[in-house]
C-alpha cells in the first residue's frame, strides 16, 4: 500500500511538470496525456472499498497485493495515448509544413511533329515544338524566371530526356500506340503553375 502511495505521488507530481514543455513549443496533444497520466495516479486512490480508515476493503486488498505495477502501468497508457494523438497533428503546423508555390509562365507549347494520330515507320521519333512568349536557356540555375526554362521529354509518363533545343529524337520506341508529352519547365527542373505542357499520340511501325 505505501508502495502504491509512493507511486501515485511521483507520477502525479512529475507528470505535469514535465508536461510544461511540451506545451509551450504547441505540443498540446502530447501535454494533454501526460496530465491524463496525473490524473490516473492520484485517482487510484479513490478505488471503491478504499475508503476506510485503514484501507481494509477488498479492492485495497486486491491492490496491495498487486503492487504500484498496475498503477503505473495504467498512467502509462494515458501518456502513450495522448503521446500518439499528438504526433499527428504537430506536423502540421509552423512554417516547416508550409510548401512554397510555384510561378506561373506565360508560355505557350505546341507539339508541331509528330501530329496527332501520326505513324511513324522504325523505331526513332523526330519531335519538334514551338514555344512561344519564353525562352530555352542552355544553363541550369536556381534564379527561376517564368520566361526561362528548358523542356522535358515523356513518352508514355516516363522522362526519355531533358533538352535545351526545340527539337529531339527519341530512339528504340517500341511499336504500337504511345503517348508523347512535352512540358516546359523552369531552370530547376520543376514544372510552373499551371504547367506548360503539349501532348499527342502517334503509332510506331516497326
Known sequence: ?????????VVGISAPMVGIFPVQKRLWRVGLGLSNAAFAALGG????GCAGPRGEGPACARSSRRGPGGLVLAAAVALLVGCSSGGSSSGSTGPSAAVSA???????????????GAVIHGTSVSITVRLRGAKIVPATTTA?????????VYVDDRIVSMNFSLSDVVR??????HILQVEFVASDHLPFDP????Q??????P
Open 200 to 205: 499527342t499520340e502517334f503509332e510506331v511501325d
Open 102 to 116: 510555384r510561378p506561373s509562365s506565360p508560355a505557350t507549347l505546341t507539339i508541331v511533329s509528330p501530329v496527332n
Open 1 to 9: 500500500m505505501q508502495l502504491a502511495l509512493a507511486a501515485r505521488a
Open 195 to 198: 504547367r506548360v505542357i503539349a
Open 172 to 177: 528504340n520506341v517500341s511499336g504500337g500506340m
Open 144 to 152: 527561376i524566371s517564368p520566361v526561362r526554362g528548358h523542356l522535358h
Open 45 to 48: 486512490g479513490s478505488l471503491p
